[in-house]
């Protein structure tokens, strides 16, 4: 059974740092792309990061860039997203996501990695982030 477990939310003041962590199971990490979503009122829900954890390539929404990194945990199966200098902005439940569509080519470079929220077939549950003062 496929699975995904978030933790690691909770509330901070603006410019501290939290650490959420994915939990996978039920497929191979490293055949899939992994991504981290925050939703929020009135936005939807938002690509902040994801990953391939077979070759470690990252991207990052430009909200984020700089600021939070992704990277697979140092417990098995799973991926982690590092959030420093948080912001009031970036309250929300985040959420993360295996992509179904992403694909590992012969050439050892991905199809896709980091599409939109359509590609995306298995999700976690979601574990709030408050930033607030």
């Known amino acids: 059974q496929v699975q995904l477990v978030e933790s690691g939310g909770g509330l901070v003041q603006p410019g501290e740092s939290l650490v959420l962590s994915c939990s996978v199971s039920g497929f191979k990490l490293n055949d899939y792309a992994i991504a981290w979503f925050r939703q929020t009122p009135g936005k939807g829900r938002e690509a902040v990061s994801c990953?391939?954890?077979?070759?470690?390539?990252?991207s990052y929404d430009d909200s984020v860039k700089d600021r939070f990194s992704i990277s697979a945990g140092n417990a098995e199966n799973t991926v982690d997203l590092h959030m420093s200098n948080l912001k009031i902005e970036d309250t929300g439940v985040y959420y993360c996501a295996r992509n179904l569509l992403a694909k590992y080519r012969e050439d050892s470079t991905w199809w896709r990695p980091c599409g939109p929220v359509v590609d995306y077939d298995q999700w976690g549950q979601g574990t709030q982030v408050t930033v607030s003062s």
């Open positions: 990953i391939t954890t077979r070759d470690g390539r990252a």
